[in-house]
């Protein structure tokens, strides 16, 4: 791995986000909120960071895979760090790791939260809390090659440690040219939306942030009661359509815009995906109905099927208590919770795709038992899937398992009960945002250890990065054949014919 290189193109994505946290100062401006000096410090102290690695390394001139998921773990965990400033400096957050804690909530489009009372924020700060979702929603990395061809060397490293998913959809011969398209795509359907829930009678702001943590599926909301806090069936339905829409492939909104609508309905991904959200909901809705949870069937069906929704994506908005719902119900939602949303969408969990391609390989399995001389490939829609990918699919499943079980263990040692403890772990690994019982949709996570906050926030991260990302930093042989940094002082030394050049 190149040390030098990776600390070089982390100082170029801090400044990046360094210049984002300007973004809120209009909105305190308007509001008069008194944070313009939070987000210059806060922007200023990144701006020196990210200048100080710029300067100290040199850049490289080729990348790795290795090098490719350095740069996506390190610059994660780097822009949340410098993401929690403006809630420690502003004091509405004091504790750094709690700041800490939103901050990577946000980036990695978890929603799961430490505040009781969110209205209580500036505005200013409850855009840059949206923000931060926004921009992780489809990726930092994937941005910066969208605008800076400074990063094409190894831009295909960068772009398979970032895309969820277990395959990388390249829409174009170019990797930043992929990246503008999925880029566009999100601003569109961003946009759009925001148009949408301003039709219906949401203020500009409101629309805007709302929108930024749909087409994420963060689910970060600016009112203590969610999305509950508009009681419109407009509104709500709209919020659905872009959640199950964020939820999906982008690839196919792309060929969808380009004219191709009937490429939805060719994707099995996307045929299941819907499929799984339709019988959830029916089978929600009889529970509750039979449970007499709900007297009117027209107000079951609109939360049952936000709440299907919300957590099938991962977005985590909240129109109603579902913890307070029937077990079956609950047990159901749980269930979601592990699914995801689709390959190649801003949803996390373990995705529609590997469960699809996990029962297909089970099914041939048995099938072989039966027919053992007969010779059957597993094919997703007509498409071959290699042998490669079966594997890595089936490692994701162990290595999923194996931190879904350490962390739950760590946390309900920690003194949290044993519902509270594994659905906060599922809530924060599938990068959903609410758990269950203290962590529920109307509980945060503000009154939990500082030490289980830690383990969640490795959680958000393994979760959002595919776990493989941050898998491959903890084996010893990653860290073999590290290149020793090269320093720009030592360039200069070389080409003077100094000590260095000789080495």
């Known amino acids: 791995m190149r040390i030098g290189g990776v600390l070089n193109l982390l100082g170029k994505l801090i400044i990046i986000l360094s210049l984002m946290l300007l973004s809120p100062i209009p909105f305190s401006i308007y509001f008069s909120d008194g944070m313009i000096p939070t987000f210059l410090i806060s922007s200023l102290l990144g701006l020196v960071a990210g200048t100080i690695l710029v300067a100290v390394f040199l850049p490289e001139r080729e990348l790795g895979y290795k090098d490719g998921f350095a740069i996506v773990a390190f610059s994660w965990i780097g822009l949340a760090l410098l993401g929690a400033l403006p809630y420690v400096l502003s004091g509405y957050i004091p504790s750094f790791i709690d700041a800490f804690f939103e901050s990577m909530s946000g980036f990695t489009t978890t929603g799961s939260t430490i505040l009781a009372d969110i209205e209580i924020l500036p505005r200013s700060l409850l855009f840059w809390r949206t923000m931060t979702h926004w921009l992780g929603g489809m990726g930092i990395i994937v941005l910066t090659l969208a605008i800076l061809p400074l990063l094409g060397i190894g831009g295909m490293q960068l772009f398979q440690a970032e895309v969820p998913g277990p395959t990388k959809d390249r829409l174009a011969p170019r990797i930043q040219d992929t990246a503008r398209i999925l880029w566009s795509v999100y601003l569109l359907m961003t946009l759009l939306e925001t148009g949408l829930l301003m039709a219906g009678g949401v203020d500009f702001f409101n629309a805007l942030t709302h929108s930024f943590a749909t087409l994420a599926t963060g689910g970060f909301s600016n009112h203590n009661a969610s999305l509950g806090q508009y009681q419109s069936t407009y509104i709500q339905s709209v919020v659905i359509l872009f959640m199950f829409l964020a939820g999906a492939n982008f690839s196919l909104h792309f060929m969808a815009l ?194 289980a906050k830690l383990v969640l926030i490795f959680c958000m991260l393994a979760g959002r990065l595919e776990l493989y990302t941050i898998a491959i930093l903890l084996t010893p042989g990653f860290w073999k054949m590290t290149r020793r940094p090269k320093m720009r002082w030592q360039k200069k030394t070389a080409a003077t014919g100094g000590p260095s050049a000789n080495r």
């Open 258 to 451: 380009r004219g191709d609508l009937k490429a939805y309905w060719k994707n099995e991904e996307f045929r299941l995906y819907g499929a799984i959200v339709l019988l959830a909901v029916l089978l929600i809705l009889v529970a509750n109905q039979v449970s007499g949870t709900y007297l009117d069937i027209g107000r079951n069906l609109r939360d049952v099927f936000f709440q299907v929704v919300s957590i099938m994506t991962t977005t985590g908005f909240g129109t109603a208590d579902f913890d307070s719902w029937p077990p079956f119900c609950r047990v159901l939602l749980v269930a979601l919770m592990f699914v995801g949303g689709c390959a190649g969408s801003t949803g996390g969990g373990i995705k529609v795709v590997r469960i699809l391609l996990f029962f297909k390989h089970a099914r041939l399995q048995l099938h072989r038992l039966v027919h053992p001389r007969q010779v059957e490939t597993i094919k997703l829609g007509r498409t071959k899937v290699p042998q490669d990918v079966m594997i890595a699919i089936l490692s994701f499943f162990a290595i999923y398992l194996a931190v879904f079980l350490i962390a739950s263990l760590i946390v309900t040692a920690l003194g949290v009960d044993i519902i509270t403890g594994p659905t906060a772990v599922i809530a924060t690994l599938n990068n959903i945002g609410p758990g269950l019982a203290l962590v529920g949709p109307t509980q945060n996570f503000g009154h939990l250890p500082d030490l």
